[in-house]
């Protein structure tokens, strides 16, 4: 599904990505954990196609092709969707609105028949039982007057109508309370499936007591420093990130990471 | 790779203005220049009663010891006003009465600037008077009109067959002495559109003018005058486009709006004459008076207008508001894209008690565009309850466009509320990243995210022109993020 490989980036004058390795596979649920600014929303950015961002160095093969080569729209359309960390506000333009056209323009790059308004209705309707929004959500301007937790929901929605091949969840847990978190998680297990990836981007490890990974690796500095199964996570969440931090200066230092 | 979305936008912003073909017919045309040997000329062509010479003589005699203008903030070379034709009409043997006599060129120009007449007679329901040049040429549905005693028909046949309305309410609103080019207009204007609403009628379809400024060189001076009479409702459509040409083009219109006792008028404009070329060589100079009065009780005044064609706009559509419990409202936006320059926006005049306005003002800046808000909002001391709201909001599409926003406030009565509001955004982005993310294709989202800030203007559209300004919208603004 997804290889990235030796992947530098940077944003203004700052290198942030510092050579990243990951290979994930049809069907599997990848972690990554990492303290704040440690690169997190920077590489979902990447994979997305933000242009803000700069690729200086390293590859990164989706399905075969070469990811960095296409527009932000064209790895929409081939299946890539990003749950936004910080999701943006659009004054004037309805939930509705947005997703009808990003879905019918999905359809058509793959040759599908556009949906009509009241066929996507009836879509949305039944995927928003997964996250449990109100209707009247689809018909004011996204992401406007949200609060962080409807936010939320609105990109699990969002994940949900445009059935993705890899779906990016860029800290989708934080700023909810448990029951926001419960709704989310359940959203994020109600679409794992065999054909969908899921690369799961949390600073905590709670989400991960619900949404249960196949993978968990720790971004630090900009580089993957340990990667292991659940229960590196767990170690994680009692240690803390500052036993990443020694390591990750231990390793700079010479000694190799154990796994 | 970090430009590409980018260049996209640049390639689609510089779309090249499509109604810019020349229609070759012969027009009848007077000398270049102004005096009065001219305007007589005019008034004669015309077959003009006295009293209009006599307007326009005045009106002349005063234009001559006024100066242009200067304190809107746009910028273009001087006009030289003797260098003007100022009527120009396409030769027609006869009295136009049906589509059938009107010039086959003259109709494929309509074609191509998508109004064909007969179809919108039929599908639409709207009732268009065209302006080509200056006199207008088909008046369509009239008949039907009629039997409802409304009288829509251009402004020349108005002052032939209707002199006592003309003479009662032609500058009323706008004083043949009231600023420079409203005085030129009145003094030379050659056509335009007239309706009357009687008592108690309310207009069963969109009257709708659409102008075209044709000849090269001639400067356009029509004049609107629209009257809705007590308890009567009109909602009336304009929309212009204008060929391609390297020098500018002069056009200074007047519109004045009456509403009497309980009536309602809405007159919506969608606007894209020629803007000139990317380097801001040629376009058009659109200098327009445009004013209404709300003379009645209880009456009613709205403009809508969007703005995205010319090279120099300077426009205030505004109200009068004299009728106690009267309402005023001006929702605009206006774009200014490559070199154009806008300055625009409303008065709006509180006399009567309890009247109430609101203007809502969407300023688009990209390329090198200036837009200019200047509004004001002026409360008589009469006017014991008055209310406004203002909401100006610019969108900037480039680090080299700008926005600039004046209101003007007088309030001479401590009962008045105003309240104000306005902000400027740059097109985010991160909101284009966030809908490309979805699968929208850059253009689409510019589109998405602009029509979107102009909502609120938009609705107050009719229908089938809302989407036609959306699509123009799209047309002048793509490739203009940067
Ligand atoms: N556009 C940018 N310009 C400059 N620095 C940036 C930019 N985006 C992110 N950064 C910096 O890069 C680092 C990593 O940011 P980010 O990827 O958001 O981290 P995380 O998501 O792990 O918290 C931070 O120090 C942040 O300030
Ligand atoms: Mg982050």
């Given at each position: 599904m997804l290889q990235i490989r030796n992947l530098h980036a940077r944003a203004g004058d700052k290198e942030i990505l510092r050579g990243i390795d990951l290979d994930l596979k049809a069907g599997e649920v990848h972690a990554i954990m990492g303290p704040n600014g440690s690169g997190k929303s920077t590489l979902a950015n990447v994979l997305a196609g933000r242009e803000s961002v700069e690729v200086t160095k390293g590859q990164v093969l989706y399905l075969g092709r070469d990811l960095l080569a296409m527009p932000p729209e064209e790895r929409a359309w081939e299946g890539l969707f990003l749950a936004f960390q910080y999701p943006v506000e659009i004054p004037g333009v309805s939930t509705l609105y947005l997703l009808k056209a990003g879905l019918n323009a999905i359809r058509k790059h793959r040759g599908l028949p556009e949906v009509d308004a009241i066929e996507f209705l009836a879509l949305i309707k039944e995927k928003m039982k997964l996250v449990d929004i109100d209707q009247s959500f689809l018909s004011r301007a996204v992401n406007e007057g949200f609060s962080g937790g409807e936010k939320k929901r609105n990109e699990v929605l969002q994940m949900a109508v445009l059935d993705p091949k890899l779906a990016i969840l860029d800290e989708t847990d934080s700023g909810l309370d448990i029951d926001a978190l419960r709704v989310v998680a359940n959203g994020v297990n109600g679409l794992r499936s065999k054909e969908r990836s899921m690369l799961v981007i949390t600073h905590y490890q709670r989400l991960l007591n619900y949404v249960v990974p196949d993978r968990v690796h720790v971004l630090y500095n900009g580089r993957i420093v340990r990667s292991g199964d659940k229960d590196l996570a767990l170690a994680l969440e009692k240690k803390g990130y500052a036993w990443i931090e020694q390591e990750a200066r231990g390793m700079a230092a010479g000694a190799p990471p154990s796994a | 790779m970090a430009s590409s979305s980018t260049k996209t936008i640049q390639d689609l912003t510089q779309r090249d203005y499509k109604y810019g073909f020349v229609t070759d017919i012969e027009a009848e045309t007077v000398p270049r220049g102004l005096n009065e040997d001219i305007i007589r000329a005019i008034s004669e062509k015309k077959g003009e009663p006295e009293f209009m010479l006599e307007w326009r003589l005045k009106a002349y005699r005063n234009w001559l010891t006024m100066k242009e203008p200067t304190w809107a903030n746009v910028h273009y070379p001087p006009i030289d006003y003797q260098n003007i034709i100022y009527y120009s009409a396409p030769k027609v043997k006869k009295q136009v009465g049906s589509l059938d006599e009107v010039d086959p060129e003259l109709l494929k120009t309509y074609e191509k600037l998508g109004i064909p007449l007969g179809e919108q007679q039929r599908l639409a329901g709207v009732a268009v008077d065209a302006v080509f040049d200056s006199v207008s040429v088909a008046t369509t549905f009239k008949e039907k009109l009629k039997e409802l005693g409304i009288i829509f028909c251009s402004f020349s046949e108005a002052v032939l067959e209707h002199p006592d309305l003309v003479r009662q309410y032609?500058?009323?609103?706008?004083?043949?002495?009231?600023?420079f080019f409203a005085a030129l207009n009145s003094a030379v204007f050659s056509d335009g559109s007239f309706a009357y609403i009687p008592k108690?009628?309310?207009?069963p379809m969109e009257l709708s003018t659409y102008f075209r400024i044709n000849a090269a060189d001639t400067g356009q001076f029509e004049r609107t005058l629209i009257v809705a009479d007590e308890g009567a409702y009109v909602s009336y459509l304009e929309g212009c486009t204008a060929p391609m040409r390297d020098t500018n083009q002069l056009h200074a219109a007047v519109v004045e709006l009456v509403a009497l006792k309980n009536a309602t008028v809405k007159y919506s404009t969608v606007q894209n004459w020629y803007p000139g070329d990317k380097q801001g060589k040629g376009g058009i100079f659109n200098f327009v008076t445009k004013r209404g009065k709300c003379?009645?009780?209880?009456s009613k005044i709205t403009w809508t207008q969007v703005e995205t064609g010319s090279a120099i706009t300077w426009k205030y559509p505004s109200c009068i508001l004299q009728g106690d419990n009267s309402i005023g409202e001006f929702y605009s936006v206006a774009v200014a894209n490559n070199y154009q320059q806008a300055d625009t926006g409303t008065k709006m005049i509180h006399i009567g008690r309890n009247t109430r306005s609101t203007i809502i003002s969407k300023g688009i800046s990209a390329g090198h565009g200036q837009n200019t808000y200047r509004g004001m909002v002026k409360i008589l001391k009469g006017a014991r309850g008055a209310r406004n709201y203002s909401q100006c909001d610019s969108l900037l599409m480039s680090s080299t466009c700008g926005a600039h926003t004046f209101p003007y406030i007088e309030v001479k009565n401590s009962t008045a509320r105003l309240e104000h509001e306005a902000s400027t955004s740059k097109i985010g982005e991160d909101q284009l990243f966030y809908c490309r993310q979805r699968g929208i294709k850059p253009e689409d989202a510019v589109n998405m995210i602009v029509s979107g800030f102009c909502k609120e203007v938009f609705r107050e559209l009719p229908m089938e022109f809302a989407v036609e300004a959306q699509k123009l919208l799209g047309v002048s603004l793509e490739g203009s993020v940067g």
């Open positions: - | 032609l500058g009323s609103v706008v004083p043949y002495n009231d600023n108690g009628v309310r207009c003379l009645g009780e209880n």
